[in-house]
């Protein structure tokens, strides 16, 4: 594998292509439906609706908002591949049904993990599925998993993690030898064979890289989409939002021209598909009216990438907090997890008067045997985790919540706090962590923070508590 850096110049110039411009593409377009395995594809856009549950009610409710496209929270990444494929169905059948009445347009997107862990070709495979029993064929599925804010691109078919001033490929890095979702690829073709077990070939996957985004036009693109042979996949360059703004152009026109897409997609793409510009981080002065004086913040740390543990690390050398840790064997021994629980929530509850308080589970991280037995104790750590968090907010209600991880980002929201309905007010650093305003539930009123395991440097974590005990 080619591990030598691309230098700069080695790329064609940018073309650039304004938000605006995608924006009014979007004028009568489908509606989209972002089906996000975890909670961190909201962080790089504002003002969207997010669900956590998915009856036709819950749909209804996003529908009527006037925005281009909505996230449903279905946390699939945590789920086994029976269980996941179940839950798309589920919420795809749900949306088609409540979108039915008004005749709304939609097209769906599975948002997956920019370094390529998730459930996939199932989750793009249920989709289709239900789509083309109600609506017609699926033309093509668009690979797009770039993360241009955290340095996640793609670039001659490779899909690579941004380090310093090097660019590694993903296959490289520690995300690619994740217990549930490992894989050997780089090159996004040969990823999708190998993911699909040689179901879908790499000869059969179209990459459009960026000396066709760049130097071509939008006819040009929408060629290369419709060319595209039935069911293909089309993975897609990119190293900049424009590039992903170039190929939504076409992929709009396609779309409007009657082709039928599903989409697996990183947070980029979310930006790009409802035409919105890279946001700086959310003001103060919003910040101030969401988040309340005079009291102390919850974070819940459930991530075990070597990146959280140094943030960790960083905020304890920055301020001062307290540490309230779960110890993973004693919650997996039934005849201790209880009362390990009980004593990790009134010290958490006692310490919130005066502090910021981490809980966290500990540093070591226990996998299974195999895939499904890793998937098991990662499901009873992080209910474990969530069953604290949820009994500490009850006993003393905190002034903020940080959830930092996917997983536990979805499970904060759901199990902890029970948000159904909220809005992403937006993001904390520049196109990372962001910001739910929860409208229902117990949680109303409550900021909560979203915060993927493997993103920012080591001191975002400390950063981000700044910037909410700030105002």
Avoid at 9 to 35: D, H, K, Y
Avoid at 142 to 163: F, K, M, Q, S
Wanted: glycine content about 8%; proline content about 6%.
């Amino acid at each position: 594998m080619n591990t030598t850096p691309l230098p700069p110049q080695a790329l064609p110039p940018v073309r650039t292509v304004s938000a605006a411009q995608v924006r009014q593409a979007l004028a009568g377009a489908r509606r989209v439906v972002f089906l996000d395995d975890d909670p961190t594809g909201t962080q790089t856009v504002r003002d969207l609706p997010v669900l956590t549950r998915w009856s036709v009610e819950d749909i209804r409710w996003a529908l009527r908002q006037e925005t281009a496209g909505f996230f449903v929270l279905t946390n699939t990444r945590s789920l086994p591949p029976r269980d996941a494929a179940k839950r798309n169905r589920e919420v795809v059948e749900a949306c088609l049904q409540a979108a039915e009445p008004d005749g709304t347009r939609l097209v769906f997107a599975s948002r997956g993990d920019s370094t390529l862990r998730g459930h996939f070709p199932l989750e793009t495979d249920v989709i289709g599925q239900v789509v083309t029993a109600r609506t017609g064929a699926v033309d093509v599925v668009v690979l797009a998993p770039a993360y241009t804010d955290a340095g996640r691109v793609t670039i001659n078919g490779v899909h690579w993690l941004r380090t310093g001033g090097n660019l590694l490929p993903v296959a490289d890095s520690e995300f690619a030898r994740d217990a549930t979702f490992g894989y050997r690829s780089s090159r996004l073709a040969d990823w999708v064979a190998e993911k699909s077990a040689g179901r879908i070939p790499a000869g059969q996957v179209t990459e459009v890289t960026l000396d066709v985004i760049r130097d071509g036009t939008t006819e040009d693109l929408h060629e290369r989409l419709t060319r595209a042979g039935a069911g293909r996949v089309v993975a897609l360059d990119a190293a900049e939002d424009d590039d992903l703004r170039a190929a939504v152009l076409a992929i709009l026109a396609a779309e409007d021209a009657g082709r039928n897409f599903v989409y697996r997609i990183g947070p980029s793409f979310v930006r790009a598909r409802v035409g919105q510009e890279a946001h700086p981080p959310l003001e103060d002065p919003i910040l101030k009216a969401l988040v309340p004086r005079g009291g102390h913040g919850l974070v819940v740390v459930g991530s075990h990438v070597a990146l959280t543990s140094r943030q960790l690390a960083k905020l304890a050398e920055r301020r001062r907090h307290v540490s309230v840790q779960l110890d993973v064997p004693t919650l997996l021994d039934s005849d201790r997890a209880e009362n390990h629980l009980r004593d990790a929530v009134a010290t958490a509850a006692a310490a919130l008067a005066d502090d910021l308080v981490v809980l966290s589970t500990s540093r070591h991280l226990v996998t299974g045997d195999n895939e499904t037995s890793s998937l098991d104790i990662a499901r009873t750590v992080s209910a474990a985790l969530t069953e604290t968090a949820g009994r500490v907010v009850a006993a003393r209600r905190p002034a903020f919540v940080v959830a930092k991880g996917g997983i536990t980002s979805s499970d904060v929201a759901t199990e902890s706090l029970g948000i159904d309905r909220a809005w992403v007010r937006g993001s904390l650093l520049p196109g990372i962590v962001s910001l739910w305003e929860p409208v229902s539930g117990p949680a109303v009123g409550l900021p909560y923070v979203v915060f993927a395991g493997n993103v920012g440097d080591e001191d975002s974590l400390a950063d981000v508590i700044d910037r909410l005990e700030a105002p």
